[in-house]
């Protein structure tokens, strides 16, 4: 595999999932207590 290719589908990934927690933090977070 191309290591910077996975870098940026690592970087790709990690951007939506950033979103992602940010769109379900005040549902998600608050169940963990």
Same mark, same amino acid.
């Given at each position: 595999?191309?290591?910077?290719?996975?870098?940026?589908? *690592? @970087?790709?990934?990690?951007?939506?999932?950033?979103? *992602?927690? @940010?769109?379900? #933090?005040?549902? #998600?977070?608050? *169940? +963990? +207590?």
């Amino acid at each position: 595999d191309d290591p910077a290719h996975n870098l940026g589908v *690592l @970087k790709a990934i990690a951007a939506a999932w950033g979103q *992602l927690a @940010k769109w379900t #933090s005040f549902g #998600s977070f608050p *169940l +963990r +207590r």
